[in-house]
């Protein structure tokens, strides 16, 4: 699986959205971008995922650029609920593939 | 749907003994996922199923850690002796294609 590069951490203020940015300049033709994030305590939750176009759910949208060696991902209205560890993957899209989790982005939503 | 369960919760245990995690999956899901979580080293996969066969080991740690899957809808994490450096939150997760679901975990704590 493609190497990912993230920022430790980024702020955001309540109500604003939050922009997470990866990096997966190694990606491969047949891989898809993945995000989960992690909220203090609990298990990895799935947000989105995408090949190479943007998509979009009740949870966020995910932007990739067209030679899809980066992406971002969009929390259009961040909450305190929000605040959490946000890991971008690449991998193969099919099931019984693992998933291997780098350190992800700590974000903390601010009031 | 329950979603991936997990016992127990929380385990504290004495070096040198036998532990057992358990882990049931959400029905109908063909893959299924062990990973530890820690300080230091973040989220590690250890092993994961498919169809119930073990198809990549290669996370688990030592010859002290042992995983089966003896059915679709139960897996056991055994870990014989225990040992301080154990000590971690354990991850179960299934999946039935590309997105996992993650329980809620077994923090333990090996004394």
């Known amino acids: 699986d493609a190497k990912t590069t993230q920022p430790t951490s980024m702020d955001c203020a309540e109500g604003r959205a939050a922009n997470l940015p990866c990096n997966h300049s190694?990606?491969?033709?047949?891989?898809?971008v993945y995000w989960y994030r992690q909220i203090h305590s609990q298990g990895p939750q799935y947000i989105i995922h995408?090949?190479?176009n943007n998509e979009t759910n009740e949870m966020a949208s995910l932007i990739i650029t067209e030679d899809r060696k980066s992406s971002t991902l969009i929390l259009p209205h961040a909450t305190l609920r929000d605040t959490a560890v946000y890991y971008c993957?690449?991998?193969?899209?099919?099931?019984?593939?693992?998933?291997?989790f780098g350190a992800g982005t700590r974000l903390f939503v601010k009031a | 749907d329950a979603g991936v369960i997990q016992s127990p919760r929380h385990e504290v245990t004495e070096m040198g003994q036998e532990v057992t995690l358990r882990c049931k999956p959400i029905?109908?899901?063909?893959?299924l996922f062990w990973y530890r979580q820690t300080m230091m080293r973040g989220l590690e996969l250890l092993i994961y199923?498919?169809?119930?066969?073990?198809?990549?080991d290669s996370g688990m740690p030592e010859d002290r850690f042992s995983a089966k899957m003896p059915n679709a809808s139960f897996s056991t994490l055994k870990i014989q002796p225990s040992e301080p450096r154990d000590s971690a939150v354990y991850f179960c997760?299934?999946?039935?294609?590309?997105?996992?679901?993650f329980g809620p975990g077994t923090r333990l704590l090996v004394l």
């Open positions: 997760a299934s999946s039935l294609e590309e997105t996992q679901y």
């Open positions: 190694t990606i491969s033709g047949n891989e898809y």
């Open positions: 995408g090949l190479k």
């Open positions: 993957i690449v991998r193969v899209a099919a099931g019984g593939f693992k998933t291997i």
């Open positions: 029905s109908g899901h063909n893959s």
């Open positions: 199923f498919n169809n119930n066969v073990p198809i990549d």
